[in-house]
């Protein structure tokens, strides 16, 4: 009985081993028959939860088993890990240039590809954490040469909008204008991607070139070409909505847009703090158009 | 004989310890949830008895509902109420274990992280839920709008914008009202409802101030602490700024953040002197008079102590407090609720700054969501519908006191009368620009608020060289947190192109393509070129430069077109 319950009693020491046992039997349970497609699933989870070395485990996972017909998907693990690698901790360039180029070698005209080699350009960029960043000029020549070589990707639309901000942000002399010539012959060229954020970049360089009414225009016509995310909230711009209220009124003078831009914010915003604002502006409008009518009539009796 | 039973003893009393609770735990379990019922769990931390009742009595009458019957058989709700201090090691044991209830309340005791990784783990998305009609409200004008649609706040805060998800339908909403004692104001003033605006309100302080309870102590006009005076400066004296979004409002967004309030101070547009910045101080000064001694040094329960045992007459608080000072005063005084004094439009002092009234909103709370380890996860759907429908949520709030989230949902009796204000005058200061000024602000307020003979001159003198010499150095190293941003920014642009090529590679249509492409444009692109613009007028501050919210000269010539014609056609106005 004694020799028994000592037994027992020395048997209750393993027992925080058996727990570490069971914990980790747990953590791993029906990982092992995960499909490649499952492990990249979950190694986007992990990334996105900052969980990179285990988002790292789960790209490499993906990467040994994917068999032959999986070939897109091994591709894409390995993009995973060139993220990770680019903005993950570490930030290695040199690491994610690795597995960016080796895409862009196994599978150089896909999608892929022209994302991998955007990815090269964009980690360049983030990594200089400048506003003006001094190899300005390089990922000027980067982001062109994206858009060359795979012109019709959507990895192109979105390098060519870098390519228009960096130099928004630069501002060497007559970059503006040239921003504006080159983003109005993409918008002639009848392209329907991305016309919202074109119009915006159009608003910017006219702005900061204190081209106040053309400003206005492109910002209506950015709104116009907003593309909402049905369940995001927070897609819809109130702030966009409001500027462009702002500068129909301040920098256009259009009172009669202006009055129906604030409606509408009104009307989709009931509960943004700043309705509080465009009452104050609707009421200074009218106030605005009292005086300039007095002085109008003043002139008129001079007369 | 007796030495072995002596020895044997820790064992037996281990051994029966052990056996009683485990026979405790199936018995509770059998009570529980019996055989042939559903049991829906709800995890919560709030410990007031109004919302253990709420809980309780929603439960029975959502069992009871006929549909419910038919759908699912008996169903019960159980709750587990968990004190704060120890919510957050509590859900995290539960979601480790696998045994979390089948709804949780959101949000508390654990950081934003970890959350975060909790929600998209172990929570079902509601995205769904968010975008369908709620199905209790069916009979009403609610009936066949989305459920996002039927809350106050469009559900905005019960969306992840990190995992683009709804995951949280929040069931009150909460802001801050001034409470007193009826039965010591009336005795004290003669008034049965204090006044609402600010110099009448300080009037009557004043006069309290000067009353003696009958021990010969003087009574305090309002009970504070470090906790409630944020309250007073946010919903009286922080709106007294409004003016100063046309004037430093550069980023035309209808907001000055602190870049903005940094930048216009450097460029002249506004200074320390200027009369909004003044009055803020100089309210909160006139204001702290009618404290109690010493407030600075108190918590948030010594003041409501001061209040409970009838020493002082008023205090702000939560709207979440309300039921609490209720139940304290039962038996002893009535409580009243009002607004915040706001100054008149007349008012000698701040009535020039005064153009509407103060932006009081309710924001949205009480969030829950559904976990994985729901058995019935259905079930567990049709009932945070139900709490959150018009007749359940009215209910809900009605019994815990607290402001429904659902549309047309009537405020509980004590607020009733002052409802929640969104449209008003709002904060458009901000000199919050980094550790070195905070510091230097929150020293000198404290200064401002305990020392009398501290003026609000010396204040804004010496915050505003403060400001202006040191304010650099916090807003360089607000540049290097903002380039941080530009590099997470950067990760969950991976994320979301990393899902949509694995999800939806060749359809640039398809809502995580969508998903991307916005945040892309308005959370990277465009928020960085705004900056950029911010960062040049830091560097380079110019007086020259237009006001925001000044008209162009193209802008008068058309005004005055317009007008011209607008009189050549209609005539002249008689």
Known sequence: ????????????????????????????????????????????????????????????????????????????????????????????????????????????????????????????????????????????????????RYPKSAAADDAFLFLQALRLKVAKPGAREKVIEEVTARINSGTKQRLDALYDLLSTANRDLNKNISAYENLVQAIAHREVDPGNPNSVDASAVFRAGVAAQFDAGDFAAARKIYASFSQKFPRDPRGFSVKMLMEEMDKKEAEMRKSLAGEGSAK | MIGKALRLAPAVILIAAFSWAAISVAVRSVAEAPPDVKVIRIGHWQLEGGVRDGFNQMGAEFAALPEVIKKYGKVRIVQDAIPEGIYGQWISTQMIAATAPDIVEVGLGLPGPIWLAYQSRYFYPLTDMANAPNPFNAGTDLAGMALKDTMGDGMRSGYQEELQEYTRVPLARFTSRVFYNRDLLKKLTGLSAPPRDFRSFTAVCEQISKAHDPTGQPYVPIASSKYHVGMWIGNLFDPLTYSAVFKADFNRDGFVGNDETFAAIRSGALSFDSKLV?????????????????????????????????????????????????????????????????????????????????????????????????????????????????????????????????????????????????????????????????????????????????????????????????????????????????????RSLAVMRGEALLRAADKPSDVSWIRYRDYLSHRQLFQDLGHVRQVRMVVNPDATVRAPYAYSPEALARIKADLSHSSATTGPTP
């Open chain 2, 278 to 490: 003044r009055a803020k101080y100089d309210g909160l000064k006139q204001m702290v008079r009618y404290f109690q001694a010493g407030f600075t040094g108190l918590t948030r329960d010594e003041a409501v102590f001061l209040f409970a045992q009838q020493r002082a007459v008023f205090i702000c608080t939560g709207t979440w407090d309300a039921g609490s000072l209720i139940q304290q005063a039962e038996g002893k005084f009535t409580v009243g609720a009002t607004i915040y004094p706001q100054p008149a439009q007349n008012d000698p002092e701040y009535g020039s700054l005064v153009f509407g009234p103060n932006f009081d909103p309710a924001g949205q709370g009480f969030p829950f969501g559904i976990t994985r380890f729901s058995k019935h996860p259905g079930l567990a759907r049709d009932f945070l519908l139900y709490l959150a429908s018009r007749a359940g949520n009215a209910r809900l709030n009605q019994i815990i006191g607290w402001i429904p989230a659902t549309l047309g949902a009537p405020l509980p009796p004590l607020l009733a009368g002052f409802e929640p204000v969104n449209t008003g005058m709002y904060t458009a200061l901000n000199t919050d620009l980094g550790g070195q000024t905070v510091v230097k602000s929150q020293q000198l307020v404290s200064l401002l608020q305990t020392d009398p003979s501290y003026k609000v001159d010396q204040f804004l003198t010496e915050f505003g060289q403060f400001y202006r010499s040191q304010g650099v150095a916090d807003w360089e190293e607000a540049q290097r947190d903002w380039r941080r941003a530009i590099t997470n920014n950067e």
């Open chain 1, 1 to 148: 009985m004694k020799q028994g319950l000592v037994t027992y009693l020395a048997g209750l020491k393993s027992v925080p081993l058996a727990l570490l046992l069971i914990i980790a039997l747990g953590c791993d349970r029906g990982v092992p028959s995960a499909k490649p497609s499952e492990l990249v699933q979950e190694g986007w989870q992990r990334f996105r939860l900052g969980q990179f070395e285990q988002a790292s485990h789960q790209f490499s996972r993906a990467i040994e088993t994917a068999g032959p017909a999986e070939e897109s998907i091994r591709l894409q693990a390995i993009y995973g890990l060139a993220n990770i690698a680019a903005f993950g901790v570490d930030r290695n360039l040199e690491r994610a240039k690795g597995y960016f180029q080796r895409i862009i070698s196994e599978s150089p005209d896909s999608d892929l590809a022209a994302w991998a080699a955007l990815g090269i350009i964009r980690a360049q960029d983030v990594i200089s954490g400048s506003d003006r960043p001094a190899d300005a000029e390089k990922l000027d020549a980067g982001y062109a040469e994206v858009i060359a």
